[in-house]
């Protein structure tokens, strides 16, 4: 796996054959599929089918650990606030009482329903970024034709954010050098400390804004003005051409995305009433 | 004909310092010059660069007397962004020199922010890449190469614009000894081909000086010296105005000072080399004859 | 002036990077009080690495540093920095005090030190490295250059390290600057004892101020010994891509004329002409 900034990407794979707006679009699409379906096992399984996809590409599936905790711990937030923080509402059905706050059934189901679309949308998103480059990433933006200054914006804050974290680890390493020792000291103690962090970072960067900016402008870079209005050739673009394939996967997005609409908001296909796994869970625990 | 760049009784002061940064500078560097810059820190070198291509007074405050003309034209009477195509410029630190992703990210910018075509493009590019050796880098992004690489990248970036000016400003100041060689060999070339003007400042002289046409010390704001390398060199109180010669010059001046050598001060390796065996043969001699004749 | 014990001993240390490449395989290295000594070799040599090791910034994959018999291991980093200081490149990357008291004070305040001892180490190192009482309530941020590097290097001195590492301590300097620091470190030597390690590729100042050299390729360590029997070896430091100074590659090429092919200094070199002059005159 090589490591990027957005992530750690494979180092071979067939996803690397598909232009990267295709890659972009479908992002911006398949993530809006979970918004029309309200049953959960349907999310559920194109959550198990992202992850498929995700090891057909070759992504190592040893970094998505990562994202358990992060899983686990939003399904918690989710829950809670539905549920035990939700309120008192004489009109739902109780189904269990936990410490005096009663859980309600119809609480408990919208918690469920909203888990399961989050959770595809950000394996969307982790697909994404395990599968694009930083390179891709500004490709897909140029190619939708987003004006320069954006994605070159975007591609700075990725660059200032590459410096920032080698900055951050030498600066760790010099307090360290100076005694600072952060094992067996509580989180609280961590947090307090790692704000004197910011100062060095700080300063860091301010010096060196001042450079990179000479380092624009001394190419002939314009934010305003005439200079600013030139056509740009999009050299980077040169590389990458459209494939047969890649009219195909966007057309087989496109159509999925079609079908899908038909499907909820013509059939109702995924309402709730329909769901088979509400209907069991709510006689489970009826 | 008309010096190239042509500064004239420049004066630059920085807001809310007391002394100016330049002080009364005037100087004429002809086309296809090979100038080398030095002087102590804080000396005002880098005012200097930022004034030759525009940056002083563009993109900073201060206090400007006098005229500083490119091309035949004052600095400020370029349009944003047009001085820039014809002044080129180099800075030290490469890690805020690279402002891309990639590589070839890099080395197009500049080209783009010039309006040309693709094809124009491929043609600068497939040149400046073969000049300074980065084909296998130029997929990679930032953090998989080395400060050295980077700085080769900047200063292909700036070549490939085709500037009729080049100033680098201690190009290789934070790079180390193999880098430092990888920028000179370029700079050679380039030399070679008399098609730039370039302005270099250094601290480390042993490989400017073969380079150079011209050195001009800089010091307190001051041009202090300004002369054709060679005769730079001669001169004996150098260490007294805060220059640092590589040391066989130093060890010329030694040998002088100390009335054992009397002609010119060879100013590269292989020039003292050949002096020295050349020395050492006439005192084997001398001494023979004084020997035979007592 | 070197102990029968070195003060740090390097047994078979090897470090790894987390992605799995080997950074430095199978070092071994004593370091006696009172050396001044250089770790020379290009950027990836490994000697960046090496000196992060021997301070317990970096804790060896395999191997052992011993820093006065405790093993970087298994010391907490509290006890290891009091005995080997370690100044990096660029000042900015540890000054974050408000003041420079509290930046110097910073490192004795770390191992607990009570707050007269502080004020005390505080005191003594700002006077070592000859920064004035008027900018003890000055930030840090607004200081010349120079001014941050010496707040950085007394913020060092103020824990009475034994050893000093000192990171680049001449890239980015002019010439009088480079020698001002050198100085000052042949000071903290010399006068003060300390140990002195410098990391660097500046091999001028590697001739005329270390007395012993390093020279590290490819993670391992390619040539250990005297400066001037170092920079004799001409194919070791071709493996390092590095080369002596230029007074030194003249004398080389002058050496049956009868220079010393391990001159380091110019005055060295103008004093065997002298001696190759008197030689003349005898034999003629």
């Known amino acids: ?286 | 004909m008309e010096p190239i760049i042509e500064i004239t009784n420049y004066s630059w002061k920085y807001p809310e310092t007391e002394k100016p940064a330049l002080d009364m500078v005037n100087l004429q560097i002809n086309k296809g010059e090979f100038i080398g810059i030095i002087g102590p820190n804080g000396a005002g070198k880098t005012t200097l660069a930022l004034s030759m291509n525009g940056l002083i007074p563009g993109q900073y405050h201060g206090i400007k007397q006098g005229e500083v003309k490119v091309l035949g034209r004052e600095v400020e009477e370029y349009s944003k962004g047009e001085l820039q195509m014809h002044v080129g410029m180099v800075f030290s630190d490469p890690e805020a020199q690279f402002t891309a992703m990639t590589v070839e990210d890099e080395l197009v910018f500049g080209l783009e922010n010039l309006g040309l075509t693709r094809a124009e493009i491929k043609e600068r590019l497939d040149w400046v890449v073969q000049l300074t050796d980065l084909q296998r880098l130029l997929n990679k992004p930032p953090y998989e190469i080395s400060g050295g690489q980077k700085q080769r990248v900047a200063l292909a970036a700036v070549l490939a614009m085709m500037p009729e000016v080049m100033v680098l400003d201690e190009p290789t100041s934070m790079l180390d000894p193999l880098s430092r060689k990888r920028i000179y060999e370029v700079l050679r070339q380039l030399r070679e081909t008399q098609r730039h003007t370039i302005i270099m400042i250094e601290h480390s002289l042993e490989n400017l000086i073969p380079l150079t046409d011209r050195m001009i010390l800089l010091s307190d704001g001051k041009v202090v010296m300004n002369d054709e390398t060679r005769k730079f060199f001669q001169a004996p109180d150098l260490l007294d105005k805060g220059v640092y010669p590589s040391e066989v010059i130093q060890y010329f001046h030694a040998l002088k000072g100390q009335g054992l050598y009397e002609s010119e001060i060879p100013i590269t390796l292989d020039e003292a080399v050949e002096v020295q065996e050349n020395l050492l043969a006439l005192l084997k001699v001398s001494n023979n004859m004084r020997g035979t004749s007592s | 002036m070197n102990a029968a014990t070195p003060f740090i001993k390097v047994l078979n240390l090897s470090y790894a990077y987390p992605d799995g490449t080997l950074a430095l395989s199978d070092i071994n290295l004593e370091i006696y009080d009172g050396e001044f000594v250089a770790l020379i070799g290009q950027n990836g040599s490994g000697k960046t690495t090496l000196s992060k090791c021997l301070n317990g910034l970096l804790k060896p994959t395999r191997g052992d540093v011993l820093v006065e018999g405790l093993n970087s291991k298994t010391t907490p980093i509290v006890q290891m920095v009091n005995r080997v200081g370690y100044v990096f490149q660029n000042p900015d990357h540890q000054l974050f005090n408000n003041n420079c008291w509290d930046e110097i004070a910073y490192g004795p305040r770390n191992i607990l030190l009570p707050e007269e001892e502080v004020a005390v180490r505080v005191r003594e190192a700002a006077a070592v490295v000859g920064l004035a009482e008027e900018y003890f309530e000055s930030h840090p941020f607004f200081l010349s250059k120079g001014l941050r590097q010496r707040v950085a290097i007394a913020s060092i001195l103020a824990l009475r390290p034994k050893v000093i590492i000192v990171d680049e301590p001449t890239t980015g300097q002019d010439s009088k600057q480079s020698y001002e620091i050198m100085d000052f470190l042949t000071l903290l030597n010399k006068e003060r004892g300390h140990t002195i390690i410098i990391i660097t590729h500046d091999m001028p100042i590697v001739a005329r101020y270390a007395r012993r050299v390093i020279a590290m390729a490819d993670g391992k360590i390619l040539a250990d010994g005297i400066t001037a029997e170092i920079f004799k070896q001409l194919s070791i430091l071709e493996k390092a891509s590095l080369e002596p100074p230029q007074i030194t590659r003249f004398a080389q090429r002058l050496h049956q004329h009868g220079f010393d092919p391990g001159t380091l200094t110019v005055e060295q070199a103008v004093d065997q002409f002298r001696q190759i002059c008197q030689k003349f005159i005898h034999d003629g």
């Open chain 1, 1 to 286: 796996m090589n490591k990027t900034l957005l992530g750690y990407v494979p180092k071979e794979s067939p996803i690397y054959e598909v232009h990267p707006f295709v890659k972009l679009f479908f992002l911006l699409v398949v993530s809006l599929f979970p918004l029309f379906v309200a049953a959960p096992e349907w999310n559920f399984g194109l959550l198990i089918f992202l992850l498929l996809l995700m090891f057909l590409c070759r992504i190592d599936m040893r970094t998505l650990r990562i994202y358990v905790p992060v899983a686990i711990s939003m399904g918690s937030i989710i829950l809670l606030s539905y549920t035990v923080l939700g309120g008192r509402h004489a009109e739902f059905q109780v189904v269990a009482s936990v410490f005096g706050f009663p859980i309600y059934w119809e609480r408990l189901r919208d918690a469920l329903v909203v888990y399961f679309r989050i959770l595809p949308m950000i394996a969307t998103m982790v697909f994404f970024l395990s599968t694009s480059r930083e390179r891709d990433v500004i490709v897909a933006m140029r190619s939708i034709k987003m004006p320069f200054v954006v994605t070159y914006v975007f591609a700075m804050a990725l660059r200032s954010a590459g410096m920032v974290l080698e900055d951050f680890h030498i600066v760790r390493q010099a307090e360290q050098a100076r005694g600072f020792d952060t094992t067996g000291k509580s989180l609280a103690y961590k947090i307090r400390k790692y704000v004197m962090y910011m100062i060095p970072l700080f300063a860091l960067s301010l010096r060196r804004a001042e450079e990179f900016t000479n380092a624009l402008v001394a190419r002939g870079y314009s934010f305003t003005g005439k200079a600013a209005r030139i056509k740009r050739a999009d050299y980077i673009l040169s590389h990458y051409s459209y494939k047969l394939h890649d009219y195909i996967l966007i057309l087989l997005i496109a159509f999925a995305f079609g079908l899908l609409l038909y499907l909820s908001l013509g059939l109702g296909f995924f309402d709730l009433n329909k769901s088979a796994f509400i209907r069991w869970l709510h006689q489970v625990l009826s």
